[in-house]
Each structure stands twice: as C-alpha cells, then as structure tokens.
C-alpha cells in the first residue's frame, strides 16, 4: 500500500516528469522493498492483451493477494477498478510509516490516521512473517539502542547473537572492514527458526506472534506490540492455536487497505509503464 492509499505511486521512479532521489520509493523505509520489475513484466503482458485498461495499482493489489497465497496465506477478494496516481510522496513515506525503532504509541497512532484499531494494527503487522528485513533496520537494537552504545537490553543473549551473526556484513562495512558475508537482509524465518544462515522467506503462518510472546521479535516497534496489554491480548490470541484466528482477522484487514482511499473514475490515470506517468495527465 501506498501511503495516500492502493496508487501504486511507490513503484514511480518519475513523478509529474522530474527524475528525482525524492520519490517514494527512495524514502528510507521502502529502499529494501523488492519486486518491482515482477510488476513491470506483468504490466508488460497486460498491456498487450488490453492496452490503458488495467493500472498498475490493481496489478499490485493482485500481486500481493496471490503472493500471499502461493506462501500458504489466506484467500481475500481483490476488487479492481483503481487508477494510477501521477505523482510520488516521498515527504509522506518518511513520515506516515511507523520508524522500525518507534514505541507503541507511534505505531498505533500512524495505523489510526488510517482508520485501523489495535486489533487491526496487530493483523496487518502479521505480514512481517514472511520475507527478509533489511539489517539497517535492526543495527539499532543490536548495537546503539536509544543512543546508548549497547544492545537493546530486552534482546534474549541467544536471540541478539543470531541476529548479530546475520547481519555481520553491514556491521564490519560500518567499521571500515572488509565484508565477511552477504548478508544484506535477515530472514524472519532464519532468526526465528534459531538457524544460522539466510533462506528464503518461510510459509505464512503464526509464528510471526509465537515469537513476539517470546521476545524474539527482529524489528523493536513489533516486539513493542507485546508492551501494552490493549495489542498483547491479540498477539497472544494469534500466537495460540492453529492460527485461523490470524488468518480470518489478516484477510479481512486486507480488503480494508486494499482500498483506502483509491483513486477511481476520472481520478489520476492508467499508467502504460508502471515506473512513469504519463505526462500531460
């Protein structure tokens, strides 16, 4: 999702004809996002079955509906008919997505400004169960928590030195030394599984909640949802059980911000390549 809605303006590369490093996608917190020349190859075929008529913000919210599913996740309705924005939001990526470092409060608050309650917070964050996360967002933890120079002191000894050993590249690149590893990412399911070496991302499923009761959440901000009682409760409720709890909340929650404030009717455009608009819209 966008953070002006399913625009699909975080996949522009141009927006309103200026080439910039002040597109949304540039923001700090999309940097690491991947996927994009799948979307581009989809576009291309759609484009030639039925030119101008299919934006690239229903391929995206198709894409990660279907996504969802080949990992083992819950089927959700898409609906289509959403057109493309002519423009990035760079200003507003820096500052309407929750900062992996930021506390409860934060989190909740930015989730609010879109119309999701705790409960909802808590399912959508759900996604975090598969896929890697950028190591940049966890050096924090591991290192320097709150300025401090020392690790997050509610990292488990065992849980900080998986992590540590994971991330070992960005950490030697940082202090002038040769890269030992490529590690750019961690896999949620690397460190979860108490394993020592990357892997793709693991089957959609709770242990994403599992291990925050535990405290072994990658990203402070999720650990953060085991802080207060009012999202604990529903982490603790996905976390047991076989997970159909989470699944029925995370679908549902799904088709809400599948679409949030779309664009449709005569509302931005449908973009013949998804990195550009078209120019004179």
């Known amino acids: 999702m966008s953070v002006q809605g399913c625009d699909a303006s975080?996949?522009?590369?141009?927006?309103?004809?200026?080439?910039?490093?002040?597109?949304?996608?540039?923001?700090?917190?999309?940097?690491?996002?991947?996927?994009?020349?799948?979307?581009?190859?989809?576009k291309e075929e759609v484009e030639k079955a039925c030119p101008g008529v299919v934006s690239c913000a229903d391929i995206l919210a198709l894409a990660t509906r279907d996504g969802i599913l080949l990992v083992g996740g819950p089927f959700y309705p898409v609906f289509t008919g959403r057109r493309d924005s002519i423009q990035s939001y760079f200003n507003e990526a820096v500052a309407e997505i929750p900062n992996p470092d930021g506390n409860l409060?934060?989190?909740?608050?930015?989730?609010?400004?879109?119309?999701?309650?705790e409960r909802e917070t808590v399912s959508l964050l759900g996604a975090h169960n598969i896929g890697k996360i950028?190591?940049?967002?966890?050096?924090?933890r591991l290192y320097n928590f709150l300025g401090t120079g020392q690790p997050d002191p509610s990292v488990p000894l065992d849980f900080l030195n998986e992590m540590r050993i994971n991330?070992?590249?960005?950490?030697?690149?940082?202090?002038?030394?040769?890269?030992?590893?490529?590690?750019?990412?961690?896999?949620?399911?690397?460190?979860?599984?108490?394993?020592?070496?990357i892997s793709s991302g693991a089957g959609f499923d709770n242990h994403f909640y599992q291990n925050l009761v535990r405290g072994r959440g990658l990203l402070f901000s999720d650990q953060q949802l085991m802080a207060d009682e009012k999202t604990a409760r529903y982490v603790r409720d996905y976390a047991f059980g076989n997970g159909s709890a989470f699944r029925t909340d995370f679908a549902r929650d799904m088709v809400k911000i599948s679409v949030l404030d779309v664009l449709t009717g005569f509302q931005g455009q449908v973009r013949t390549n998804c990195s550009l608009p078209l120019y004179g819209s």
């Open 10 to 42: 975080v996949i522009l590369t141009d927006s309103k004809g200026e080439r910039s490093n002040f597109t949304e996608r540039q923001a700090v917190p999309n940097r690491t996002l991947k996927g994009f020349d799948i979307i581009d190859l989809i």
């Open 105 to 117: 409060s934060e989190t909740l608050f930015l989730f609010g400004l879109k119309g999701f309650d």
């Open 134 to 140: 950028s190591c940049e967002f966890i050096q924090n």
């Open 167 to 197: 991330c070992q590249e960005i950490r030697d690149s940082s202090n002038g030394m040769s890269p030992t590893a490529t590690n750019p990412c961690i896999s949620e399911s690397t460190v979860f599984q108490g394993l020592t070496s």
